[in-house]
């Protein structure tokens, strides 16, 4: 067979991943706390990039006029990436200044301790014995994250001092403390000190435990049930038990694995309307440093360093445009939502709505894979608390009504 080479035209259509799309898309996914991550190391890379201070009126005047001078850079296409850039190339503030300060989100949240401080708490507020609570102190500084004592009772007898009948002793009213089952040794002994707890002992959930775990973790549940002869809707309840025991006690007192959530927007009830803000609380307003723009407009940069100061232009510009693509987005979604949403905010849970991403893609005119971005890992703080974005879309909602 022989081969030929031909030249021919074809047309066809695709979607390309430009360096201002794909940042674009970056920025929309990320929650507030990685995208002012993102700004400050952008800022660290990037010596174009600063953060805008408060300005006098007469040197807003002034950047204005310079700005009006010949660029050497102007076969930079800026307003094809940049339309509605402000002369200054700064984020706008969508922030109304004349409300006054939003309440600090932080300050309607409890600290939570830690698990080592929350079980001290509870070790000093008990009626031990000043020995039993020095074996207690050592038992909890011993613990994993999880909440299992790593350190052998021996260990333990040996930095007290102490017996090992006092030792064990100690060990179990500690795990006896809040959360139940803390200070394990084994996964096995965590279990069944819960089940101890809830009055479970000696019956066939604690016998699954202690004899057949290795079935029950891999769901082997036919023998299971005649090792034990029960039938399966015995088992079953024998199951539902096991199932709301806690394996890692120590969990949720772990202050290092604590997501924190800063929100979003803000929706604030004025009057019979409500009214939905931008969160800017800690986020820097980016401009172009005006010391590199002088360098731009004199001339002062050739040959490596101008294309050096050309890229960074370029970097910075897509930032600050992606950056305002995305707050932007971010009040659209989120405006749309409290329409669709107005009886929740004002009624509560029973008034919540069915809602798709369809239909505040159609309302705000953006496809639906943009509005799952924007919800993704992004808050909405009311008057009725603090909620994820997605919770308010469902296909669906059961209620005495129907």
């Known amino acids: 067979m022989a081969l030929e080479q031909k030249l021919s035209v074809r047309m066809s259509q695709r979607l390309v991943m430009t360096p201002s799309l794909q940042q674009a898309i970056k920025l929309l996914q990320m929650s507030t706390l990685e995208l002012r991550e ?43 990436y940049f339309q509605d850039v402000d002369q200054d190339h700064t984020v706008p503030s969508t922030r109304d200044h004349s409300r006054g300060d939003l309440p600090s989100f932080e300050n309607t949240l409890a600290e939570h301790p830690g698990l080592a401080e929350h079980l001290t708490w509870q070790l000093d507020m008990s009626s031990m014995s000043d020995e039993a609570k020095e074996i207690g102190r050592l038992i909890i500084g011993n613990l994993n994250e999880d909440g299992y004592l790593r350190a052998s009772l021996e260990e333990i007898r040996q930095m007290s001092g102490c017996s090992m009948e006092q030792v064990e002793q100690t060990l179990r009213q500690v795990q006896a403390f809040d959360p139940v089952g803390v200070a394990a040794r084994d996964l096995v002994e965590c279990l069944c000190v819960q089940l101890e707890h809830l009055g479970q002992q000696g019956t066939a959930a604690e016998t699954i435990i202690r004899q057949h775990l290795d079935k029950l973790q891999n769901r082997r549940y036919k023998e299971l049930a005649e090792a034990l002869g029960l039938d399966m809707e015995d088992l079953q309840a024998e199951l539902e038990i096991i199932q709301h025991l806690d394996p890692r006690p120590g969990q949720k007192y772990n202050t290092q694995s604590s997501n924190y959530v800063v929100p979003d927007v803000y929706v604030v009830k004025i009057g019979d309307d409500y009214q939905v803000l931008l969160n800017e609380d800690g986020m820097p307003r980016l401009r172009i440093s005006p010391v590199y723009r002088q360098m731009v407009r004199k001339g002062a940069t050739n040959g490596e360093a101008r294309e050096y100061v050309r890229n960074k232009l370029r970097s910075a510009f897509r930032l600050i445009k992606s950056l305002e693509e995305r707050q932007r987005t971010i009040l659209k979604v989120a405006i749309s939502i409290v329409k669709f949403q107005r009886e929740f905010l004002d009624y509560g849970i029973e008034r919540l709505r069915p809602l798709v991403l369809k239909d505040v893609a159609d309302d705000i005119g953006m496809h639906e894979s943009t509005v799952s971005r924007v919800v993704n890992n992004k808050y909405m703080h009311t008057h009725g608390g603090l909620y994820e974005m997605r919770f308010f879309f469902h296909s669906g909602i059961a209620s005495t009504h129907g």
């Open 38 to 80: 993102e700004i400050q190391q952008e800022m660290l890379e990037n010596p174009v990039l600063e953060e805008a201070q408060a300005e006098t009126p007469q040197q807003s005047e002034a950047e204005g006029a310079e700005d009006q001078s010949e660029d050497p850079y102007g076969d930079i296409d800026y307003e094809a």
